[in-house]
């Protein structure tokens, strides 16, 4: 990961010690343990999930559940730097024309602009946290795959 962290929960630990050391938010709201079931939940794509167990501007846990042959768009975030950690299940990330498997108890860090996408090609559900400081979804941009564009551009 570059950091000298030793592990991913490591770097989450960090990121979370940070977004506190700097939130500017009230002190006086009591700390609480949570978990997915009484966190805000969201479904995208076709039937993935998402529990947001830290939900601030300036950073975001997630528990996500993708499910077999489950992936997110090619994007990347202007801001936002996120790491993804495998809870269960097996993550492939294409980052830098590039498939990264990553397995459960492990993790990988993406960098503000870099083109990414997230997939699971295989037969089980894929449970993972990613961590975004600051939160990611605002700052989200789309990549269209190359042919794509190409034929939008032929079109106009």
């Not at 989450?12 to 700390?31: F, P, T, V």
């Not at 809870?87 to 990414?116: F, Q, R, T, W």
């Not at 449970?127 to 990611?136: G, I, Q, R, W």
């Amino acid at each position: 990961m570059g950091h000298g962290y030793r592990s991913g929960l490591a770097l989450i630990a960090a990121l979370i010690l940070h977004g506190a050391a700097n939130a500017g938010e009230d002190k006086s709201r009591l700390a609480f343990a949570i978990n997915k079931d009484v966190a805000d939940h969201y479904a995208w794509g076709s039937k993935n999930d998402g529990w947001y167990l830290v939900k601030r501007s300036d950073m975001t846990v997630i528990q996500e559940r993708m499910v077999s042959g489950g992936e997110e768009v090619p994007h990347y975030h202007k801001k936002s730097r996120q790491f993804f950690y495998v809870l269960s299940g097996e993550l492939v990330m294409e980052a830098d024309d590039y498939s990264n498997v990553v397995k459960a108890g492990e993790g990988i860090e993406i960098e503000p602009g870099k083109i990414h996408q997230a997939r699971n090609p295989s037969g089980k559900p894929l449970e993972m946290l990613v961590v975004s400081f600051p939160n990611s979804h605002a700052d989200l941009v789309v990549v269209k795959p190359a042919h794509q564009a190409t034929q939008l551009a032929k079109a106009d």
